[in-house]
C-alpha cells in the first residue's frame, strides 16, 4: 500500500509524492523537517509540509541562482548565502575558482545536520570547504549587524512563511544593500509566477526603491509546480545590458564541469517573460542617472 506526501502549498491544489521511505522526521525550534526516499525524485527534503529540493531535479534552481548572477557580475570573490541550509547553493558557489569565501547563514542546524547525512549528492563536500564561512543564525539580523562586504547575496529562502517571513521586507533588502560592494548583486528566489504573482510584484516593487536595476528571469524546476519559477535579481548596474560576449568568455575561463541546466545562451533567453510574467512586474524606473559600466 503506498503512502503519499501531499504538499498543499497552493489552497484547492495540491501535488503529491510516493513516499518510498522516510529517511528523517523532526521538529525544530522553526519548522517541521522532514526527508524522505520518493518515488520517481529521489531524495525529497521538505519544510512544514513544502518540497524544498529533491535529488532529481534541484541543480536547476541552484545552477540558476548561482551561476547566472556570478557570469553577469564578472569578478565574485565574496558571497554571502541567507538559508540554503540543503547546500545545494553552497556547492555551486564554490565551483567558482574565484570566489575566496563564502558566509552561509542558515537558521535552522537541524536542516544543516539532515543535509550533511542525507543529501551528499546535493551538498557533496560544500560544508567542509576551507572558503565556506558557515553560520547558524537568522540572516536579517547578520545583514543588519556583519562588517562583511559581499559581491553577490543569494537569498536561498522558502516561501514566505515562519522565520522566513522577515527575508521578504523592505528592512531586510535595505540591510543587504548596506553590506553589498559597488556593483553587487543580490538575487532571491520568488516562488511560481502563475500561483504566487503577488509575491514577484512585491519584491521587485520594494527592489525598486532600494536599487537601480532590479527584475526577474525564469527558470523551470519540475516539482515547483505550476509552471516558472521565479528568480529576482536587483544591482545598481543592470545585470541585463552585459556584452553577451564577456559572458561566453567569462564562462570558458570558469571551466564549470557538469552543469544541467545553466548556459551562457539560457542566461540570456532566462530574461525573456512570458506576457503574464512581464504583466506582474511594475514598471522599470526611469532609466538611472548613474553612468552605466559595462564589465
Ligand atoms: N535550496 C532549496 C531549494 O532548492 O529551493 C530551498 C531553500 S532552503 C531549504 C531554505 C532555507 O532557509 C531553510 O533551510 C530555512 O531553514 C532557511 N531560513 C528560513 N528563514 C531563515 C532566516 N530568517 N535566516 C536564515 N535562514 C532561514
Redesign the pocket.
Known amino acids: 500500500m503506498t503512502t503519499w506526501f501531499n504538499e498543499t502549498l497552493y489552497p484547492g491544489f495540491r501535488q503529491s509524492h510516493a513516499i518510498k521511505k522516510v529517511l528523517f522526521e523532526g521538529k525544530s525550534k ?2 517541521k523537517v522532514k526527508l524522505f526516499e520518493s518515488g520517481h525524485f529521489g531524495r525529497i ?1 521538505t ?1 512544514d509540509g513544502v518540497v ?2 529533491t535529488e532529481s531535479d ?1 541543480y536547476v ?2 545552477e540558476m541562482l548561482t551561476h547566472l548572477p556570478i557570469m553577469a557580475h564578472g569578478k565574485v570573490q565574496s558571497v554571502l548565502i ?5 547546500g ?2 553552497l556547492e555551486e558557489v564554490l565551483k567558482h575558482k574565484s570566489v575566496k569565501r563564502v558566509t552561509m ?4 542546524d537541524m ?1 544543516i545536520k539532515v543535509a550533511k547525512k542525507y543529501l551528499p549528492k546535493i551538498c557533496g563536500k560544500a560544508f567542509e570547504d576551507k572558503r565556506t564561512n558557515l553560520i547558524v543564525g ?3 539580523k547578520w545583514v543588519a549587524e556583519t562588517n562583511e562586504r559581499y559581491d553577490l547575496i543569494i537569498v ?3 516561501d514566505p512563511i515562519g ?2 517571513t ?2 521578504f521586507s523592505k528592512a531586510f533588502y535595505r540591510n543587504c544593500q548596506r553590506v553589498m560592494k559597488p556593483g553587487a548583486i543580490l538575487v532571491a ?1 520568488n516562488g511560481v509566477p502563475h500561483m504566487q504573482g503577488p509575491e514577484l510584484t512585491d519584491a521587485v516593487k520594494l527592489f525598486q526603491q532600494i536599487w537601480a536595476h532590479s527584475g526577474t528571469y525564469l527558470a523551470v524546476v519540475p516539482t515547483y509546480v505550476c509552471g516558472f519559477m521565479s528568480l529576482t535579481w536587483a544591482s545598481d548596474n543592470d545585470i541585463t545590458d552585459v556584452d553577451p560576449r564577456k559572458v561566453f568568455q567569462r564562462f570558458a575561463r570558469a571551466n564549470l564541469k557538469g552543469l544541467n541546466y545553466y548556459n551562457p545562451e539560457l542566461h540570456f533567453g532566462a530574461f525573456a517573460l512570458p506576457n503574464f510574467v512581464a504583466r506582474l512586474l511594475p514598471a522599470p524606473k526611469k532609466k538611472a542617472a548613474a553612468k552605466r559600466k559595462t564589465r
Open positions: 522553526y519548522q527534503l519544510l524544498q529540493c534541484e534552481y541552484h541567507v538559508g540554503g541550509g540543503d545545494g547553493i547563514v542558515e537558521i535552522d536542516v537568522d540572516g536579517a536561498d529562502r522558502p522565520p522566513a522577515v527575508l528566489q
